[in-house]
């Protein structure tokens, strides 16, 4: 398929077809590289993506505990207020 570049202000852009934006899994934001002479645009990876169930396999192996605890005496704030 091929598509115009456009003038945008002092840069220059392209128009994605909904149906490649969806194909792509295409959000706001994407990641732009050059590859050997060409344009490779992919989705932006999401900030923290995968952590949720990370931490529950963490839960389930017992691999989930404060490593320095016995470091750091307690505050007031930790002891009335904090909860896990």
């Given at each position: 398929m091929k598509?115009?570049?456009v003038r945008i202000g002092?840069?220059?852009g392209i128009r994605i077809p909904k149906t490649?934006?969806?194909?792509?899994?295409l959000g706001n934001?994407?990641?732009?590289?050059v590859r050997q002479g060409r344009l490779v645009v992919r989705a932006?990876?999401?900030?923290r993506?995968?952590?949720e169930e990370a931490f529950k396999q963490m839960a389930l192996r017992g691999d989930?505990?404060?490593l320095d605890g016995e470091s750091l005496p307690s505050t007031r704030w930790d002891e009335t207020e904090w909860k896990w």
């Open positions: 598509a115009s570049v002092n840069s220059r490649i934006l969806e194909q792509c899994r934001t994407v990641e732009l590289e932006a990876d999401e900030p993506s995968g952590w989930d505990t404060l």
